[in-house]
T-cell receptor, first 111, second 109 residues
Framework: NAGVTQTPKFQVLKTGQSMTLQCAQD?????MSWYRQDPGMGLRLIHY???????DQGEVPNGYNVSRSTTEDFPLRLLSAAPSQTSVYFC??????????FGPGTRLLVL | GEDVEQSLFLSVREGDSSVINCTYT??????LYWYKQEPGAGLQLLTY?????DMKQDQRLTVLLNKKDKHLSLRIADTQTGDSAIYFC?????????FGTGTKLQVIP
């Protein structure tokens, strides 16, 4: 049982490049979410999903897309990276017991 | 929207008790959480409390909830240097979990 996994751990992008941050969980959790963490601002919710085929926007969705084709995977796409998207990104999943598990994070630098 | 607030920094001496405070605005919160984040790591769930409880104790950790004032606190007894980390308060509303800005706990040997 690997829990929540994220890839890559680190990434450097140039402005305008696109990329996908991968997230997977093996706990059969319906709820998954993406957060970004910036100094002094805590964690802010980007997008979330309550099950396969269902996604919704969080607090800071602009510049990010998500999809949820399977229960296990919840990728986050940056279509045209901007320096303001430099951050640490965390994926999380939550099951019926209301405990939320976080992945180890992806550190993204946009130049 | 929902808001969760915490002080940014707390410094305590090793062996003393630490109390980290949090306030929230969502009156429909169902669960409230405390997470710990060590440098360069992800978030680790420490404990959580259901909104109809007012206290929960788990070894050195005591969570107090004042639902009327929407105030949550985490007390760490006999604080150790290994407790140095950022502590996040979070609340779960209808579907989303909202996090505070985190409190950095510094433990002085």
């Amino acid at each position: 049982n690997a829990g929540v996994t994220q890839t890559p751990k680190f990434q450097v992008l140039k402005t305008g490049q696109s990329m996908t941050l991968q997230c997977a969980q093996d706990m059969n959790h319906e709820y998954m979410s993406w957060y970004r963490q910036d100094p002094g601002m805590g964690l802010r919710l980007i997008h979330y999903s309550v099950g396969a085929g269902i996604t919704d926007q969080g607090e800071v969705p602009n510049g990010y897309n998500v999809s949820r084709s399977t229960t296990e995977d919840f990728p986050l796409r940056l279509l045209s990276a901007a320096p303001s998207q430099t951050s640490v990104y965390f994926c999380a999943s939550r099951g019926s017991r209301e405990t939320q598990y976080f992945g180890p994070g992806t550190r993204l630098l946009v130049l | 929207g929902e808001d969760v607030e915490q002080s940014l920094f707390l410094s305590v001496r090793e062996g003393d008790s630490s109390v980290i405070n949090c306030t929230y605005t969502d009156s429909s919160s169902t669960y409230l959480y405390w997470y710990k984040q060590e440098p360069g790591a992800g978030l680790q769930l420490l404990t959580y409390i259901f909104s109809n409880m007012d206290m929960k104790q788990d070894q050195r950790l005591t969570v107090l909830l004042n639902k009327k004032d929407k105030h949550l606190s985490l007390r760490i007894a006999d604080t150790q240097t290994g407790d140095s980390a950022i502590y996040f308060c979070a609340e779960k509303g209808y579907q989303k979990v909202t996090f505070g800005t985190g409190t950095k706990l510094q433990v002085i040997p």
